[in-house]
């Protein structure tokens, strides 16, 4: 990612990625009607890749684990002498789930607080046991994951037929427990050695007799809720994002960004606040935001205007002012009744080193230079297509759905979701035109679309934008695209090509 300079003599481009179906979870039948508390509304890698957290409308966090390390792992040594890749791809299987939010009533508002899961992000593992933060549109939870062993206890060697003074034992409690009373707190029966009378060890006694043992035989997946992060947001939480420090951690809502410490539910400070004396001024709210990757002070933020502000908490305590400010300038003549609407960003990313953040607005994809703020570096057409069709998205509140994106690990690819199932990848390394339209299916390139085999070049010439895959038809079969089918959420493995995408109530994992 050289910012799309021509001039830069530059390694041929990677070669375009083949797509494989990998596994499915919670696949349904035809015809079968999907429960709306089933639909997926989160998904997330830990930074290991080792953990898969999805969370969905109905509040609920599912966990699963990846097994193919655990069984082809082998000793590092026996790795080492291996001078091949090895040909298996990520394998995952399900590890636990638990209940993460309730449905809830806000009296003062007056309002419903549904449980469905925004955002899930995993924090630091500590002593083998998996930390994360779930939040719904008012409420963030801290859960704590852990093995628990199962204590049983060991049976002892005495058996019970075989004890004289069982039956005895049984009816002397009995009666002792029905003995009456006489006035002034008298007892008719004075012995209290009956119990003892009665019980006869047996004949030649007890040859060796085993006391009871503890003994763990299973193990217990235990979730934990450590910390309730509440009453905070006046507006609906649409994001939340870990400090790299380990320590801290912000939330978003549409027009304030707090900061909280993990270890203290009841405080929080408020670091961006663009809530303006009178609401009749808004003209803008924050849609994202996120933290650096390394950088533990610097965390930037999107708006519903398309531009992404960087800040630095070193400034000041309340971040009125940003650092850098990236937006698109806009065409002349190109302004319409949905030029906001579709500019709005609704999703960012850093990539994993830090130096670039993609955005996903309604139409495109944008790759951003953090040290370039005159435009973005590429920029990548997803709904190009759709344009002439923005009154009928508009009718059916399509066009304010709000689609994820992500980057590989090593930043050479991007990807984002469509409608009809579809989710498209996008090389963005110098040179590269790949451009691989995917279905959330067992075949997943049954609808591949034919992209153009050269990037048309943006006319810009300040930003030298890369604008690529413009111009395909609906899909490759001529239908029309499924608006009530979006694949809205997806997330990239953080080492390995592998996505994992959410469509409805379905989980889909890809490899290359």
């Known amino acids: 990612m050289n910012g799309g300079d021509e001039g830069d003599v530059a390694a041929a481009p990677p070669p375009q990625l083949d797509w494989k179906f990998s596994q499915v979870f919670g696949e349904r039948t035809a015809g079968e009607e999907v429960q709306e508390v089933d639909i997926i509304s989160a998904i997330e890698f830990d930074k290991s890749g080792d953990h898969l957290a999805t969370g969905d409308r109905g509040g609920r966090v599912v966990l699963f684990e990846r097994t193919d390390t655990k069984e082809n792992g082998g000793s590092r040594k026996d790795l080492e002498k291996t001078d091949y890749p090895t040909s298996r791809h990520p394998e995952f299987r399900y590890k636990t789930e638990f209940q993460s939010h309730e449905p809830e009533f806000d009296y003062l508002k007056s309002l419903e607080i549904e449980e469905k899961i925004n955002k899930i992000r995993w924090c630091q593992t500590a002593n083998g046991a998996l930390f994360l933060l779930s939040t719904n549109d008012k409420t963030i939870k801290f859960w704590k994951v852990q093995e628990k062993k199962i204590k049983k206890i060991a049976s002892m060697n005495i058996d019970p037929s075989k004890v004289v003074g069982k039956s005895d034992i049984a009816s002397s409690s009995v009666s002792s ?84 410490n993990l270890e203290i539910s009841n405080q929080s400070f408020n670091i961006v606040d663009v809530k ?14 996120e933290f650096h990757p390394t950088n533990c002070s610097t965390l930037a933020y999107s708006s519903s205007k398309g531009s992404i502000r960087l800040i630095d908490l070193r400034q000041s305590a309340l971040c009125d002012k940003h650092s850098k400010l990236f937006e698109e300038q806009e065409a002349p003549g190109s302004r319409s009744f949905f030029t906001e609407i579709i500019a709005s960003i609704s999703d960012i990313k850093f990539g994993r080193d830090g130096r670039y953040i993609l955005s996903r607005d309604y139409m495109t994809l944008k790759l951003w230079d953090i040290n ?15 344009r002439p069709r923005l009154c009928d998205l508009y009718e059916n509140d399509s066009i304010f759905d709000k689609f994820e994106c992500c980057l590989s690990g090593d930043g050479q690819r991007v990807a984002t979701g469509s409608y009809s199932n ?60 499924d608006f009530t089918t979006k694949l809205l959420h997806l997330a990239w493995h953080p080492s390995e090509n592998s996505i994992a995408c959410a469509a409805a109530n379905s989980l889909y994992m890809y490899y290359s």
């Open 422 to 481: 579809l989710f498209r990848v996008f090389g963005c390394g110098p040179g590269s035109t790949e451009a691989t339209t995917l279905e959330a299916s067992k075949n997943p390139m049954r609808r591949q679309v034919q992209t153009p085999s050269r990037p048309s070049r943006s006319l810009s010439s300040i930003t030298r934008a890369v604008r690529r895959g413009g111009g395909e038809s609906p899909d490759a079969n001529g239908n029309s695209f």
């Open 177 to 260: 427990s029905t003995n009456s009373y006489l006035a002034n707190g008298g007892y008719k029966d004075k012995s209290s050695t009956n119990l003892i009378n009665d019980f006869k060890f047996p004949s030649g006694g007890i040859p060796s007799l085993r006391l009871p043992v503890v003994t763990y035989n299973e193990t217990s997946l235990v979730p934990r809720c450590r910390r309730v992060y509440a009453h905070a947001h006046d507006y609906h939480i649409n994001s939340i994002s870990t400090n790299s420090d380990g320590e801290t951690f912000i939330s978003a809502d549409d027009l304030r960004i707090n900061l909280w």
């Open 372 to 386: 370039m703020d005159s435009g973005p570096v590429s920029t990548f057409q997803v709904h190009e297509h759709l």
């Open 276 to 289: 303006p004396a009178n609401m009749e001024d808004l003209t803008e709210v924050i849609t994202c935001a």
